[in-house]
Nanobody, 126 residues
């Protein structure tokens, strides 16, 4: 079992930055694909970015390319999401997710992940 805890959300103005963290307990992220998803009110959960912990291969949604950066800290067993140039449409609950994977790729569909954190709210004011 993997327990995921997100932190770092908050209220920020348009153009501002936030860094989200996803800490894992129960086991390390080794051999896992770990991703960030978000869900705005009345909308479906959507993919933001993911990384294969072993290979470092990343994947980004088109709407965050150049603004968001995913990174990982092996020593802390923590995944980060650096969000810059935030826009009001980035307002959502952001979730961390993980799935065991034997190969060196990642996934972008929510149904591919079986471990989820509780989410952290990000609000971008205009």
């Amino acid at each position: 079992q993997v327990q995921l805890v997100e932190s770092g959300g908050g209220l920020v103005q348009t153009g501002g930055s936030l860094r989200l963290s996803c800490a894992a307990s129960g086991r390390t992220f080794s051999n896992y694909a770990v991703g960030w998803f978000r869900q705005a009110p009345g909308k479906e959960r959507e993919f933001v970015t993911s990384v294969n912990w072993n290979s470092g291969i990343t994947r980004y949604a088109d709407f965050v390319k150049g603004r968001f950066t995913v990174s990982r800290d092996n020593a802390k067993n923590t995944l980060y999401l650096q969000m810059d140039s935030l826009k009001p449409e980035d307002t959502a609950v952001y979730y961390c997710a993980a799935v065991f994977v034997r190969e060196h790729y990642t996934f972008s569909a929510p149904d591919d992940y079986n471990y989820w954190g509780q989410g952290t709210q990000v609000t971008v004011s205009s």
